[in-house]
Nanobody, 115 residues
Framework: QVQLVESGGGSVQPGGSLRLSCVAS????????IIWYRQAPGQQRESVAS???????KYADSVKGRFTVSRDNAKSTAYLQMNDLKPEDTAVYYC?????????WGQGTQVTVSS
């Protein structure tokens, strides 16, 4: 059974930091690309960062310079380090693992940035 479990969300003040984790089980994690998405209330889900199996990384313009995506294949875990958080970063964050034919989603973790 495939399972993706996100953790690390919470409430922080503007300028704060959080690190999200996504632990995968049931898949050959190293063979999957990772995309972090977020969805704010009333908004469409948007991708914020991605990392492929061989390393190339992309970020949404809104998070460049503030967010860092990484992966530890030995631990089947992906990370999203979020620094200098802003109120507009408030959303549910989702981890997506995919290859050419399969895609899996975690349950999401809430991030709230407010003063």
């Amino acid at each position: 059974q495939v399972q993706l479990v996100e953790s690390g969300g919470g409430s922080v003040q503007p300028g704060g930091s959080l690190r999200l984790s996504c632990v995968a089980s049931g898949i050959p994690f190293a063979q999957y690309a990772i995309i972090w998405y977020r969805q704010a209330p009333g908004q469409q889900r948007e991708s914020v960062a991605s990392i492929t199996t061989f390393g190339p990384i992309k970020y949404a313009d809104s998070v460049k310079g503030r967010f860092t995506v990484s992966r530890d294949n030995a631990k089947s875990t992906a990370y999203l380090q979020m620094n200098d958080l802003k109120p507009e970063d408030t959303a549910v964050y989702y981890c997506n693992c995919l290859d050419t034919v399969r895609t899996y989603w975690g349950q999401g973790t809430q991030v709230t940035v407010s003063s």
